[in-house]
């Protein structure tokens, strides 16, 4: 089974810059969809930002200008830069990649945000 690891998740002030990471145990070379996602306390977990093999990328409203989401196939990583964060945006971020019919996600990384 496929294991990714989320680090970079941490404590900033609003206006503050994080970069989260999402190391995949195997290859993302061949990988379909990787994506974010969050979820704040007794909230769903919703979708921030989605990225396509052939690079097409996907964001929420409320992160759209802020966030951006890549990849690094030689480092199987993806990575989201998260710029000119807002205590709104605190919540556990999850990283998912999909190889079709195959998924998996990591266990989360807490981003919080204080004004």
């Known amino acids: 089974q496929v294991q990714l690891v989320e680090s970079g998740g941490g404590l900033v002030q609003a206006g503050g810059s994080l970069r989260l990471s999402c190391q995949a145990s195997?290859?993302?070379?061949?990988?379909?969809?990787m994506a974010w996602y969050r979820q704040a306390p007794g909230k769903q977990r919703d979708l921030v930002a989605h990225?396509?093999?052939?690079?097409?990328?996907n964001y929420a409203d409320s992160v759209k200008g802020r966030f951006t989401i890549s990849r690094d196939n030689a480092k199987n990583t993806v990575y989201l830069q998260m710029n000119s964060l807002k205590p709104e945006d605190t919540a556990v971020y999850y990283c998912?990649?999909?190889?079709?019919?195959?998924?998996?996600w990591g266990p989360g990384t807490q981003v919080t945000v204080s004004s």
């Open positions: 998912y990649v999909g190889w079709w019919p195959l998924s998996s």
């Open positions: 195997t290859s993302i070379f061949s990988a379909n969809a």
């Open positions: 990225l396509t093999s052939g690079g097409s990328t």
